[in-house]
């Protein structure tokens, strides 16, 4: 399996703050990386695939980068609606894996 | 615009098997894959497998042994079976569709919490 790592662990951030959240993956996962958004008491939302692709309705101050083993997460401009648990999952290999999340909380 | 909606028990006996259905409501169920995923309590979240329209299906390794998947596209329903649960299998369990490209989750049901307990 494919093991996913998530740094740091837990943020602390204000709004309108630039915030970046790293995932790596145990093997190269060509770039078959999605991020989803997890509020408490809700399903995972799907934030980008491939990277970089936003999924449909997701504003645009969420952004992704990385390749290889290495992958970004950056949130430019936090709003108060995105403190929240955010997870990275390589889908380059089954089974699918997630990583451990990133917990978002406001300062 | 497709819904999903997780259905079964809330409480399941140690050894017993765990049951549930996923309902695909406003679209096809025909062309995705259909996964089950699971999220225990302050845990991450963990694939469970998934079922391709036809009938293919993928499993976990670490819960082969234990997990079948099948689909009735007539009902647009897809189901999740897990034999000889144990406390550790107490979780929130969700249905999730794919993306047509294969790229990650894009529609999830609201989850259904099981707990395994005597």
């Known amino acids: ?107 | 615009q497709v819904q999903l909606q997780e259905s079964g028990p809330g409480l399941v006996k140690p050894s017993e098997t765990l049951s549930l259905t996923c309902t695909v409501s406003g679209g096809s169920i025909n062309n995705y894959y259909w996964s089950w995923i699971r999220q225990s309590p302050g845990k991450r979240l963990e694939w469970i497998g998934y079922i391709y329209y036809s009938g293919s299906t993928d499993y976990n390794p670490s819960l082969k042994s234990r997990v079948t998947i099948s689909i009735d596209t007539s009902k647009t329903q897809f189901s999740l079976r897990l034999t000889s649960v144990t406390a550790s299998d107490t979780a929130i369990y969700y249905c999730a569709r794919e993306l047509f490209s294969g790229d990650g989750f894009n529609i999830w049901g609201p989850g259904t919490m099981v707990i395994v307990s005597s």
């Open chain 1, 1 to 107: 399996d494919i093991q996913m790592a998530q740094s740091p662990s837990s943020l602390s951030a204000s709004a309108g703050d630039r915030v970046t959240i790293t995932c790596r993956a145990s093997h190269d996962i060509s770039n078959y990386l999605a991020w989803y958004q997890q509020k408490p008491g809700e399903a995972p939302k799907l934030l980008l695939y491939a990277v970089f692709r936003l999924e449909t309705g997701v504003p645009s101050r969420f952004s992704g980068s990385g390749s290889g083993t290495e992958y970004t997460l950056t949130i430019s401009g936090l709003q108060p609606e995105d403190f929240a648990t955010y997870y990275c999952q390589q889908y380059s290999s089954r089974p699918y894996t997630f990583g451990p999340g990133t917990n978002l909380e406001s300062k």
